[in-house]
């Protein structure tokens, strides 16, 4: 069975999200290298962009605003474009006419120059300002963003919001607000995060004639349906218990069972093959009524923890676990086994290893792959950062802690997103406020748990379990009211899901279509 809630987002293949800064030197390097003009690939982002505009708003006058740059340029061929489509279009100009001369053609556009008034249009073109601009919009630019702002029409931006820093999601004084905003080639990675996430609306990306891209190019990349179906670890037909995955899960101090009973059970749905908990002697009743899968261990038996250890494929420790001296000591007792087991280390765990009860971060990542899983506060006590400094650079700060400690960083927020130490970070594509509730951590981290036992790397583990998780919240339907237990059922759903998701963009250069953050 599967669900009847559209798949979103839709992305085609692999969809990068480059910062502002390597998109910028990706234009140039097309230009440079691949011989293709910058007069073609605003004539291709032009043209795209009125396609999509006809298609979502087919009736009416549109307000085009120019900018001076390349951004204004490409609004200057939208508005040429729809004109010769039969759409009137006015041009609002705070400054100097785009560079570029020749774009219209010799079509006849209405210029405003001077005022803001858009009166009776269907929708507002903001093409403002581009990725490779930097410091504040000027005085002129920043009266037009306020005017588009409180103009009550639709906005629809040209590759990113005038305004937003395409580097790091924040604002660079005025900022515009959108209803839609299309992207050239690849989403661009302010426009993924925080500030920067709300401020682009809809976001749709679109293929205007870059050559390939590559890690080399690019830092960050969304995990989409289409990349989380093709991730799904598989099982041959001749599997059995012992060859799909065996996690240990250390969590629960007395009191805690329903932590560790969450994630046993979101580990089991995992397609885990079998699971050992460690956790207090007190809650042996529990979670052996309610999770009877599981082989259950007490804390206080080192031995049977140590060949437990022995006999796993990975191991995940913190939900529930509370911190302690004793707790300390039975992290000690697991982190000096032999062997590489890889694990995933959150909630408690984390804290002790900032606590000095037990392994250090960079003690435990000195014999295994390490994933750690932050919420923004745990990511402030491990990193020594404050959070206003993550907040103005999600993924540089992260990616720098990840390169000190040699993990893998799942950083929670809007959006999560898994930063390995080496290679191309994933941004999570599923995450929305209905996930903001008590037990949701622990659900992710035996899912977690439960992929890597299977043999993923971290960074694929991290980003696919946000993905699965995030997907059979979706599928629900219970929204604000959402429990992590209404999760584990729907997780089997997401398992039989194939394509790329869905969009209702009928055009064959769409390659990325997400909708507004909720």
């Known amino acids: 069975m599967t669900s009847s809630v559209p798949l979103r987002p839709f992305g085609k293949g692999l969809v990068w999200a480059p910062t502002g800064s390597e998109a910028s030197a990706f234009d140039k390097m097309t230009i440079a290298e691949m011989g293709i003009s910058e007069r073609s690939l605003m004539e291709c982002a032009g043209r795209s962009a009125a396609h999509i505009l006809q298609e979502m708003f087919p009736r009416g006058d549109v307000a085009v605003v120019l900018g001076s740059g390349n951004n204004g340029g490409d609004g200057l061929v939208l508005a040429r474009t729809l004109q010769a489509w039969g759409r009137k279009t006015r041009l609002f100009i705070p400054g100097k006419f785009p560079r570029m001369s020749g774009l219209d053609h010799g079509w006849h556009l209405q210029i405003d120059e001077t005022e803001f008034s858009f009166g009776n249009v269907s929708v507002i073109v903001d093409a403002i300002l581009g990725t490779g601009v930097k410091g504040k919009p000027r005085q002129k630019q920043a009266e037009a963003i306020r005017a588009i702002n409180h103009s009550g029409c639709p906005v629809f931006s040209l590759d990113i ?3 937003l820093d395409g580097d790091t999601g924040r604002s660079r004084g005025a900022v515009v607000s959108a209803d839609v905003t299309v992207a050239f080639g690849w989403p661009k990675l302010g426009s993924l995060l925080k500030e920067g996430r709300t401020k682009s609306g809809r976001l749709i990306a679109t293929e205007i004639g870059f050559p390939p891209a590559s ?3 690019f830092s960050a990349a969304i995990a989409t349906p289409h990349w989380a179906m093709r991730t799904r ?12 995955g065996s996690l240990l899960l250390v969590a629960g101090q007395a009191g805690m069972a329903g932590a560790a009973v969450l994630s046993a059970k979101a580990a089991l749905r995992g397609g885990l093959g079998q699971i050992r ?7 042996r009743g529990i979670i052996q009524s309610t999770v009877p899968e599981a082989i259950f261990l007490a804390s206080d038996y080192p031995e049977q923890i140590t060949n437990a250890v022995d006999k796993s494929d990975a191991i995940a420790i913190g939900p529930g676990l509370g ?3 004793e ?3 039975l992290l000690d007792l697991i982190c000096g086994c032999p062997g590489d087991i890889p694990l995933v280390l959150d909630a408690d765990g984390l804290n002790m290893a900032t606590k000095g009860m037990g392994p250090t971060i960079e003690e435990w990542t000195s014999k295994r792959e390490v994933l750690l899983t932050p919420h923004l506060g745990e990511m402030v006590r491990i990193s020594g950062v404050t959070s206003h400094d993550i907040d103005s650079d999600r993924l540089g700060v992260t990616k720098s802690f990840a390169e000190a400690t040699g993990a893998t960083v799942l950083l929670k927020g809007l959006p999560s997103m898994v930063v390995p130490p080496k290679g191309t970070a994933l941004l999570d594509s599923m995450g929305s406020s209905d996930l903001a509730a008590a037990g949701m951590g622990d659900l992710l981290t035996g899912f977690a748990g439960a992929l890597l036992a299977q043999g993923l790397k971290p960074v694929c583990t991290g980003a696919l ?3 699965m998780v995030g997907r059979a919240a979706a599928n ?14 729907k997780l089997a759903e997401v398992w039989q899901e194939e394509g790329s998701g869905e969009t209702d963009l009928d055009l064959p250069f769409v390659v990325f279509d997400q909708d507004v953050p909720r």
């Open 161 to 163: 919001p005038s305004g």
């Open 215 to 217: 890690q080399a190019n």
């Open 233 to 244: 670890p598989t099982r041959r037909d001749d599997s059995h218990k012992n060859t799909v």
């Open 277 to 283: 908990i460690v956790s207090d002697s007190s809650n």
């Open 323 to 325: 911190c302690s001296a």
């Open 327 to 329: 707790n300390g000591r």
């Open 465 to 467: 379990s946000l993905y």
């Open 476 to 489: 629900t339907g219970l929204g604000p009211s959402l429990i992590p237990t209404d999760i584990l059922p």
